[in-house]
């Protein structure tokens, strides 16, 4: 359930923007998603799935000097599954952004040290969450066609049901290159290093000896088949995100993207990887 309180922390964010009659934004996007392991389980146990999702957000950027400023963002966004819709989710996300360029210049580094806040709604409430993530990073043109980032950020889980509870150190890099004035394509690396949850069949993993898997927390998991568990395990995580983005004017665009994920457990317990694809249309005002 979406608390009273967090709502009004958004509002608070996103004040000093807009009384300050800084530049803001407006966006709108709907989306669709295809993942081949929904369930993040081993091979022999992924179920697949596909989600619509719709979202909005505003956004604005306060001036503090010649150097520095301040960008606030409110989005909002809900998805459907087609087939696991234990797995619906609606979501409120409050982000700020401290942003310092230290040089002049288009080629300049920036800096920035992000924190956001996000309170989930899911249609299985074990899932029900609040996450707090914390990042650096700095963005420079590398070239006038082709910019770099690296961000090295924290994010912590709590959800009603500790299973789903993480915490994890995160790791980016991120290229992007205009290949003509409205179309442009990036890169991103990422690495999400400390816990990952995995859904599966306990009596047939690993030849019937699910009992060997090195969990910190364990569950029945009301979102996929019945007799199906989910397993808090100690691991790492490494995404590979390439995608393409067009615009159709200032303010219409497609955004085509696709994933690959690979999840190593540290001790005992399940390995999985999968795919996943997805198409948004995004709208800014």
Known sequence: MIRGAGALLMVLLMAPAVQAGRPWWLGLNADYLSDDNINRGPAGQTLDDSAFGIGAEAGGFLTLGERSGLRVRLHVDANRHD?????DRSRILAEASLRFRPGHGYTATRYALELGYAMEDWRSSLRDAGVTRIRLQADKRLTTRLQGRLALGYESRKAEEETFSLDNTLLEG????????????????????GEAVSSLDPSTYGGGY?????YTAWVADDAFLPGWWAYRIDADTGIVDLGFNHAFSRRLSLDLLARG????PREDGPEYSGTAFSLALLYRY
């Open 174 to 193: 991120y290229l992007n290159y205009r290949l003509y004035p409205s179309g442009q394509l990036y890169l991103d690396l990422s690495a999400r290093l």
């Open 261 to 264: 994920y690979r999840t190593r």
């Open 83 to 87: 087939t696991y819709d234990k797995l």
């Open 210 to 214: 699910g009992s060997r898997i090195r």
